[in-house]
Antibody, heavy 116, light 108 residues
């Protein structure tokens, strides 16, 4: 079964760090562009980052550039998002998604809450 | 950055009616790399349409996409009870990828 399962969300203080994970099954993450998208409570979708198949290129939204880092471990068939210098406005559900002719497979999301 | 503006913000319709959702881009979307998603409360988004007009796997044919360049449309030919949700357009040709702000289709 093709699916993505995110984990790692938590309540953290401003300035803190987190590492989100996204485990894939039913396909190889190495074969696809993979993305992170977030959704603040009651708000719309915001694209965060994507990584290309070859890992040679990573792109980020301006709102997270310099603080977030996307990576992939093909041996674990997983995608990661390292989030540093967290701000209140980073509070959101974070989704990973497979990028193939649009974002065709999504995980269920993991909640990140930034609050003191 | 390609800004996507969806209209209307909310559409109030009855089951069986036709829904027409608009997505306008601030500049042409190359190769029509424009997708539509449906999201229900508490769920992840689901891909409906990619490439502006191609239905994703398992999507009923009452959903159709059209348009090119800067103007795109998602049409639901006959609303079923399960179609009441929020719909987002998304351009994925060049970074930063962007989403529209969403259109809520609610029961009248």
């Amino acid at each position: 079964q093709v699916q993505l399962v995110e984990s790692g969300g938590d309540l953290v203080k401003p300035g803190g760090s987190l590492r989100l994970s996204c485990a894939a099954s039913g396909f190889a993450v190495s074969d696809y562009y993979m993305s992170w998208i977030r959704q603040a409570p009651g708000k719309g979708l915001e694209w965060v980052s994507y990584i290309t198949r070859s890992d040679t290129e990573m792109y980020y939204a301006d709102s997270v550039k310099g603080r977030f880092t996307v990576s992939r471990d093909n041996s674990k068939n997983s995608l990661y998002l390292q989030i540093n210098s967290l701000r209140a406005e980073d509070t959101a559900v974070y989704y990973c998604a497979r990028s193939r002719l649009g974002l065709d497979i999504w995980g269920q999301g993991t909640m990140v809450t930034v609050s003191s | 950055e390609i800004v996507l503006t969806q209209s209307p913000g909310t559409l109030s319709l009855s089951p069986g009616e036709r829904a027409t959702l608009s997505c306008r881009a601030s500049q042409s979307v190359p190769r029509n790399y424009l997708a539509w998603y449906q999201q229900k409360p508490g769920q992840a988004p689901r891909l409906l349409i990619y490439g502006a007009s191609s239905r994703a796997t398992g999507i009923p044919d009452r959903f159709s996409g059209s348009g090119s360049g800067t103007d795109f449309t998602l049409t639901l030919s006959r609303l079923e009870p399960e179609d009441f949700a929020v719909y987002y357009c998304h351009q994925y040709e060049r970074p930063p990828w962007t989403f529209g702000q969403g259109t809520k289709v609610e029961i009248k």
